[in-house]
């Protein structure tokens, strides 16, 4: 298993990132695709359709969201954990993003899926 690390810094609001993950709506539009978030611990969500599953496990507004979390195509039942702290910045927010237990072979695909299908999406609809 790996862990991914990525820091990542936008030109908005801590709210206003907070609401893009955590908001159905917002994250579907900046993604492209459904999202059904759940905005309690232990609550469910699913984004990218199906391809994305997972829990809430600790979600404090504005600040910090864990969340198991596993994709479609990796081995039956198995999920990392993700979690996303939030630094408000003199120019926005530092996003400080780990996803632990990610199976070797999916690593690298990712990886790079974050930077393509998460921060930069993301950037170009809140900056």
């Known amino acids: 298993m790996k862990t991914i690390n ?31 978030i759940s905005r309690e ?8 359709g199906d391809y ?26 198995h999920y990392s954990q993700v979690t996303y702290a939030f630094e408000k910045t003199k120019e926005g927010t530092r996003l400080t993003f780990n996803q632990t237990d990610v199976p070797d072979e999916f690593c690298d695909s990712i990886e790079q899926g974050w930077q393509d ?3 930069s999406p993301m950037k170009e609809m809140l900056e």
């Open 117 to 119: 299908y998460y921060w």
């Open 6 to 36: 990525q820091t990542i810094d936008i030109k908005a609001s801590v709210h206003d990132i907070y609401e893009a993950l955590m908001d159905s709506k917002k994250h579907a539009q900046f993604t492209g695709d459904a999202a059904d």
């Open 41 to 48: 611990v232990g609550g469910k969500f699913t984004a990218w």
């Open 52 to 77: 994305i599953d997972g829990v809430n496990k600790e979600l404090v507004p504005d600040s910090k969201i864990v969340q198991s979390w596993r994709a479609s195509d990796w081995p039956e039942g």
